[in-house]
């Protein structure tokens, strides 16, 4: 293992027009003593070609083609053969600030992670998401990411998330942990995880990584997509009740989660067409009856939410019609 290397992952799926930004922001980071990873996912565009012409250039960069398989296993074969002390993932279609690597090298965890903020870049717009300075347990940033992934970005403390792409992590951190394969939200299946076995999560109050947000988002993508949504949110009550977490605080954060999956598919599939809604009446009713079985055993919802389920349940229809009238409004 190298001693103070970071190892930084790319995974590269036919992004001609980003990648040659993404590598650029990497290769010239202030702290040189990288491993640059570059996973050509089976890109059927120039990406992979782009990717060999800066192999040829850097010494410190690696190019791995292979046949498509999603990001996870992207992922997964830059940790495979990865060599750094300290991890770091960067998508094909972002890039960084010159300091990032830097930064979080400078704030690093003894095996642990390193959080900085970032940046929203949406067409000609960066919008910054902060982080206070702060260090936390692991067991710590578990709670906290739970909170705040109920309460959103507004208001949170900390608003950890569940982006692999703003942290620096320890190697041994992914030892016997990878993402899985086949699934949409890869990043909230292993989060829980990497905070368990981290011994601190530093956070840093600077924006160090640009997030591209592109048209076409895989939220708008599949109905799969949706009900993979719900499926990470119970894998992550699983690891609750593994790591011997699940105290009764905790337990109803990660319920809490579960339904606001299930509420999201429920609201997603009641706005499509009669056709498209009846190829998914089977995701609709496993959704519907798991998030009524979590009110029937107590969870505490509030009024709003209790009543867009009740709309979802029995008046889908005048749903789907305020949903229209209400995008029609925001697009005017």
């Not at 990865?82 to 770091?88: F, L, P, S, V």
Request: glycine letters at 6%.
């Amino acid at each position: 293992m190298g001693k103070s290397i970071i190892s930084i992952i790319v995974a590269v799926y036919n992004v001609e027009s980003y990648i040659n930004q993404c590598i650029e922001s990497i290769v010239e980071q202030s702290y040189k003593k990288l491993e640059i990873i570059l996973v050509d996912d089976g890109s059927t565009d120039a990406s992979g070609k782009i990717c060999d012409q800066w192999e040829a250039k850097d010494s410190r960069i690696q190019v791995i083609h292979k046949n498509n398989g999603g990001i996870s296993e992207a992922r997964n074969a830059g940790l495979d053969i990865a060599q750094g002390e300290y991890i770091g993932f960067v998508d094909g279609d972002d890039f960084i600030e010159a300091d990032m690597y830097r930064q979080l090298y400078y704030n690093k965890q003894s095996k642990g992670i390193t959080v900085c903020g970032f940046y929203v870049v949406k067409k000609l717009r960066k919008i910054p998401i902060y982080y206070a300075n702060c260090s936390v347990t692991g067991e710590k940033a578990i709670t906290c990411y739970l909170r705040d992934e109920i309460r959103g970005t507004r208001g949170a403390d900390i608003c950890i998330g569940s982006y692999a792409w703003n942290k620096l992590y320890h190697y041994s951190l992914f030892k016997g942990v990878r993402y899985p394969k086949n699934k949409i939200f890869e990043d909230v299946y292993v989060i829980i995880e990497l905070f368990y076995k981290s011994t601190q999560v530093r956070f840093i109050d600077l924006c160090l990584y640009n997030y591209v947000k592109r048209d076409g988002s895989i939220l708008n993508t599949s109905n799969k997509v949706h009900y993979d949504w719900v499926l990470a949110r119970q894998e992550q009550i699983k690891q609750l009740q593994r790591y011997k977490l699940d105290t009764l605080d905790i337990m109803n954060m990660g319920y809490m989660l579960v339904f606001n999956a299930c509420l999201f598919v429920l609201q997603e599939i009641c706005c499509l067409t009669s056709i498209e809604k009846s190829k998914n009446t089977a995701i609709l009713n496993i959704c519907m009856e798991r998030a009524n079985i979590l009110i029937q055993n107590g969870l505490k919802i509030t009024k709003k939410d209790r009543f867009k389920f009740v709309m979802f349940k029995y008046m889908p229809f005048l749903y789907k019609t305020i949903w229209l009238l209400k995008n029609m409004d925001i697009k005017r």
